[in-house]
């Protein structure tokens, strides 16, 4: 079936540095995405989303990238800092859905 | 800022019991979903309401599983007999309109022994 999936799991940065999640959506149906921060023991937390009229859209220190052609989703963090450290999912809604359906998460580990 | 508020945080329950996970919304959303979160995965979607009725669920909301939207503010998840499998972090999310951000409550942790 189709799905939402990552391509890293566990990315490994040093503080300052700019970082890059992926992730690769295969259901062309879907017209709007969010990338969601889980910190450990807590719910998702909103970051920005991207509906599938834009390419890109930035945020505070955020900027999301969205390639329809290979159906492929980016979060760029800028100037990366210890308190980004989560677990990150990207989020799907088909069109004419309510439902956001996750992918499965890739580990942000900042070192100081 | 308003908030999506679950309770309780924390339950743990003997396999075959009754488990009711209770949420408040925030107030003017319309859409209110449960997901469910095993350690270590993915969050997994397990049914959306709208308009005092299901609009949909996921394989997982089998018919142990129930919501209910029982007043004007509570959204509560019901899982009649519990199996050893649904020990998980239960999230309750609600939203405005079909699209736009999803707010999530801060979980419920279920331990069936």
């Known amino acids: 079936g189709e799905s939402v999936g990552l391509h890293l799991p566990t990315l490994s940065v040093q503080e300052g540095d700019n970082s890059i999640i992926n992730c690769a959506y295969s259901n062309s149906a879907s017209d709007y995405f969010i990338w969601y921060k889980q910190e450990s023991g807590k719910g998702p937390q909103f970051i920005i989303d991207i509906r599938s009229n834009m390419d890109k859209r930035q945020g505070q220190r955020v900027t999301v990238l969205l390639n329809k052609t290979v159906k492929h989703l980016s979060l760029q963090i800028a100037a990366t800092q210890p308190g980004d450290s989560a677990v990150y999912f990207c989020?799907?809604?088909?069109?004419?859905?309510?439902?956001?359906?996750f992918g499965k998460g890739t580990m942000l580990l900042v070192s100081p | 800022e308003p908030e999506v508020t679950q309770t309780p945080s924390h339950q743990v329950t003997q396999m075959g019991q009754e488990v009711i996970l209770r949420c408040v919304p925030i107030?003017?959303?319309?859409?209110f979903y449960w997901y469910r979160q095993i350690l270590g995965q993915k969050v997994e979607f397990l049914v959306s309401?709208?308009?005092?009725?299901?609009?949909?669920k996921s394989e997982i909301f089998d018919d142990q599983f129930s919501v209910e939207r029982p007043d004007g503010s509570n959204f509560t998840l019901k899982i009649r007999s519990t199996k050893l499998e649904d020990s998980a972090m239960y999230f309750c999310?609600?939203?405005?309109?079909?699209?736009?951000?999803?707010?999530f409550g801060e979980g419920s942790r279920l331990t069936v022994l």
């Open positions: 989020a799907e809604n088909l069109v004419g859905y309510s439902t956001l359906t």
């Open positions: 309401f709208y308009n005092n009725e299901i609009s949909e």
């Open positions: 999310a609600s939203r405005r309109g079909s699209t736009g951000e999803l707010f």
């Open positions: 107030s003017n959303h319309l859409y």
